[in-house]
T-cell receptor, first 112, second 120 residues
Framework: SQQGEEDPQALSIQEGENATMNCSYKTSINNLQWYRQNSGRGLVHLIL?????REKHSGRLRVTLDTSKKSSSLLITASRAADTASYFC????????????FGTGTQLKVEL | GAVVSQHPSWVICKSGTSVKIECRSL??????MFWYRQFPKQSLMLMAT?????????EQGVEKDKFLINHASLTLSTLTVTSAHPEDSSFYIC????????????????FGPGTRLTVL
């Protein structure tokens, strides 16, 4: 299976704290994308980082990519209760025809 | 912008019946759409790639005769679960690639809200 691994599987933090999620993958990629999914809902695209990029920011989100280690991290700063959701990384592999392979996901709970 | 809709949002059917799920890109063209299924508390698994005007490409292990895909226009793909059985109960999600690059780079996929299928 090409599916990536994410850790932790579950993360519970207090509002205002930072949350860090990690994603590892197995093959050469064109890009890596992070998505958020609220319970029982569709996915929301958060950020895309290309294989030649090392870091990207969007609002309170910071994504890093280390292609030598085949890993990425998503940092959410100053978390809010509304950030409670599942977060998935997805890789678009080289020569994969724009298909996305999703990681196992991290369930984030932000408590008041 | 970049909205993808799915219909219905949920469906309950009897075993043996067929169910059609629609996926529409509302404000962009999508020559390629993707169908995923997701079991509770699990990740998304790609079922097939839907290509406008041509046959869908199925992932290994997905029965093409059971999950019929039609992509008749640049904004609509349909997934029909034929002769549904309880084990087909799942959350089905589609995504559409912004092939015209109106909203983002063409390798960004936008996801629909999903369809929950329950087969009794």
């Amino acid at each position: 299976s090409q599916q990536g691994e994410e850790d932790p599987q579950a993360l519970s933090i207090q509002e205002g704290e930072n949350a860090t999620m990690n994603c590892s993958y197995k093959t050469s990629i064109n890009n890596l994308q992070w998505y958020r999914q609220n319970s029982g809902r569709g996915l929301v695209h958060l950020i895309l980082i290309r294989s030649n990029e090392r870091e990207k920011h969007s609002g309170r989100l910071r994504v890093t990519l280390d292609t030598s280690k085949k890993s990425s991290s998503l940092l959410i700063t100053a978390s809010r209760a509304a950030d409670t959701a599942s977060y998935f990384c997805a890789t678009m592999i080289t020569g994969g025809g724009n298909k996305l392979t999703f990681g196992t996901g991290t369930q984030l709970k932000v408590e008041l | 912008g970049a909205v993808v809709s799915q219909h219905p949002s949920w469906v309950i059917c009897k075993s043996g019946t067929s169910v059609k799920i629609e996926c529409r890109s509302l404000d962009f063209q999508a020559t390629t759409m993707f169908w995923y299924r997701q079991f509770p508390k699990q990740s998304l698994m790609l079922m097939a790639t839907s290509n406008e005007g041509s046959k869908a490409t199925y992932e290994q292990g997905v029965e093409k005769d059971k999950f019929l895909i039609n992509h008749a226009s640049l904004t609509l793909s349909t997934l029909t679960v034929t002769s549904a059985h309880p084990e087909d109960s799942s959350f089905y999600i589609c995504s559409a690639r912004d092939s015209s690059g109106v909203f983002s780079a063409t390798d960004t996929q936008y996801f629909g809200p999903g369809t929950r299928l329950t087969v009794l």
